[in-house]
């Protein structure tokens, strides 16, 4: 995770250099909501959830690959978002990871 997390930081870094304004955690969290709305789509086209008469539509392409680009590009944006409050997002996920396999133990059926 360490490696993703410092070639996502790299990559990050040169989008900075780029954008035309800073970006802020209220832009962030914006971005972060739009790639959700694709996942989201993605995932109700694989599932064929709506109306076959879509399949028509370009913008209502779906692939696994598409599915996995928004799963990626959420990735992105968590880790932006890791990187702007300074938080170690690997350490905090195996820290829940230990909480959650504390609660199995706690909670066994």
């Not at 360490?2 to 870094?13: H, L, P």
């Not at 035309?20 to 064929?48: A, D, R």
């Amino acid at each position: 995770m360490k490696e993703i997390i410092k070639k996502t930081t790299e990559v990050i870094r040169e989008f900075e250099k780029r954008e035309p304004k800073k970006w802020t955690p209220e832009i962030m969290i914006t971005e972060l909501t739009k790639q959700l709305g694709g996942l989201s789509k993605q995932i109700m086209m694989l599932e064929q959830n709506y109306v076959s008469q879509r399949n028509n539509y370009p913008e209502y392409s779906y692939s696994k690959e598409q599915l996995a680009d928004e799963l990626s590009d959420i990735l992105f944006m968590i880790i932006r978002l890791a990187d702007y409050y300074k938080i170690d997002l690997e350490k905090s996920h195996l820290n829940e990871l230990k909480l959650a396999k504390k609660w199995f133990e706690e909670n066994k059926k």
